[in-house]
């Protein structure tokens, strides 16, 4: 295989890794909101503070719903658009 096409492979892969990492990172802090639970290790504060960085701004964008938050759902529909978006601008592997 050639080297840009491993370069493409590894720019795809990398994608959908940071593209998942970050939904499940929103998913498990929306889960911790229901149930509180204490993790290990600081896992709960790394949860928090990565899922806020995309929360945030959605959140602050949203208008008041009455005390339902739909910045998650938002955010995850977001992630997965931008990963196809990028995903499919970078072109196939030969």
């Known amino acids: 295989m050639c080297a840009p096409c491993l370069l493409i492979v590894f720019a795809q892969a990398f994608v959908n890794v940071f593209a998942g990492a970050l939904t499940i990172c929103i998913l498990v802090r929306v889960l911790l909101s229901w149930v509180p639970v204490r993790l290990p290790l600081g ?13 945030g701004p959605i959140r602050r964008a949203l208008p008041a ?27 196939p592997p030969i």
């Open 43 to 55: 896992l709960a504060d790394l949860v928090f503070g990565v899922s806020e960085t995309v929360l």
């Open 65 to 91: 719903m009455g005390g339902l938050d739909l910045s998650p759902f938002i955010a995850v529909l977001a992630i997965q658009l931008v990963q196809g978006l990028l995903i499919a601008l970078l072109p």
